[in-house]
């Protein structure tokens, strides 16, 4: 079909180095600042909004916010980026924060397992004495999961994601496939997603999902959450983990309780 | 500041500011405008007449539009632009149902949104975009419901092989992702089709999930990485019994997996955008989307313009520094 006609036309290619006059370079990223200036403009009219929605919930003026309906929320995910989880006085804060609310399972995830380090080996301490009725609950995941004021920590790393699937893949290599001669002569081996469920559980990498994710950070990023775990997770950016603020994880769980999901359907 | 900083730059410090090249495969494009979906319609219309020998109108908006659209793509470009984009068209069912028509309906302008935002993307430079047509899950839905977006999906696929489509003009390389096996035959047959008929393509790549979850994709993964594990151990012994092969211990890395995984030749996406204002994920691309941005604007799939795309983008430049920092981090560690 010939398209030479006035509603088509064909790509010039223009050369790699092309050197535009300046006065085009100075109009072009004046329009660039522009737009970046409408974007952080955007984000200072909501982050005032949501500092006065803020306030307003912390001085118990909206009551639909003081009782909170935490059925649905069976386990609640944090992220964090790994520079700002250095700061584990905003993290046991946080943690306080959420036991208050009456969360009971919170896994606590940053990319280069620093909450391992710091977190984690704080509430071990905390579980071999006898202040507090913390007890280790799966002799598995014992060096990640502790009991601290009724609710469960489970802490995990990068490496409790792509790799703990890999190791599952292993356990069902191992225990399926080779030292059976007669897979030589199959295609692919007959595994199911429960299947590969069961293998994560075997090697310890398998744990509850979270039904929401708060994402402390300056990006909305799940930074590289386990893969399996995050399969209907409501994800949400709360901004940076030095500005957090209990009104805002109230208002997130409000928000959250009155989701409904389809599940594909 | 990428912009500043290369304008007032001695010699020797940062080479001169250049105009975005445009991709190569961008070279030969012959162009339709695709303005917007109001203006399809029009366009097709064109089309047709050109069929029939007749000249097709005049359009000097649509060429104003499209002479806007890239100086706006223009200063885009001064910032770091995404090379994949991921997209759940969540909202099409909601669409028609605001606006008292079928369901149907609903998918089919989502369609047309759909082409647009390629158009869009292509012309921005975004060399990969994913898209999430239809999930596993979608199977559970009313079966007539099923059926007619199994209907859709056959209908525009055929149209991906005429000779005036997309994809033979601008060189699409089209990918399904998915347990292509759940489809009814005449589906997975003309998405196998297509496949083969572009897989030579050099232009953009749109890859559709459909039949897909993410959960199934690292199974069938995992399935791949044992049976190519147990052919490899098989190999070794049944060639020489003495022999030791490297792969005999068992173990199955995350390189295996991600070798064996549908989005092996493809990179990580940069964005993944859930219209209808959903915030999860819903088992899409969970293994590829640690650093990817996650986005999730407010109107619905059939609604998502130009405008929203164009935002999307400048989110992720003024993200970009940070998600370039991690990407480094997680590479040096590797």
Redesign the interface.
Known sequence: MDLACENTWVWIPLPQKFQSPMILKLILGFCWYLLHLMVNLRHMGSSVNDLLFCYIISMGLLLKHQNLQLDKLNSLAVVVDSEEAKNTTKIKQLLCWLSSIGIKYVILYDMQGVLKQTIGTDLESLTNTSMTTCSVVDAKMATSLFHFDKMAIEIISLSDGKEGVAKAASFLYSEHMKDDSEICYRSEPDFTESDVANALKATGSAGAEPDLLLVYGPARCHLGFPAWRLRYTEIVHMGRLRSMKFAAIVKTMHDFSKKHQNYGK | MF??AS?FSLKGHHP????P??PSY????????VPHRNLVIK?EK??EM??HGR?????IF??VWRFLRRCLF???A??PMPNHIAFIMDGNRRYAKRRNVKEGTGHGVGFTTLTSICQYCYEMGVKYVTVYAF???????KPEEVQSLMDLMKEKIDELLE??SIVQ?YGFRINFWGSLDLLSEPVRLAAEKVMTHTADNTGPVLSICVAY????E??RA??????R???R??GYV?CDGESVCEDNN?????A??EENLDTADCPDPDIVIRTSGE?????FL??Q???????NPNPLWPEFSLRNL??AI??Y???YP??EA?RR??KK?N
């Open positions: 912009f500043l304008l001169l500011p250049v105009f090249p445009i961008m070279y030969t494009l012959p162009r339709v405008s366009v064109d089309l050109e069929k000249k097709p109108e005049p359009n649509a060429s223009l200063v885009l001064l910032g999930s596993i899950d979608n199977f559970k839905r000779e005036d003009k979850t993410s959960t199934n690292i199974m995992i399935k791949k990485s044992c049976a594990k147990s052919f151990t098989q049944n068992g173990y199955v890395t995350v295996d997996l915030a999860r994920l819903s088992n969970l293994w989307t640690s650093l990817s941005h996650l986005q164009v935002w400048l989110e430049q003024k993200i940070y998600l991690r981090l997680a560690e």
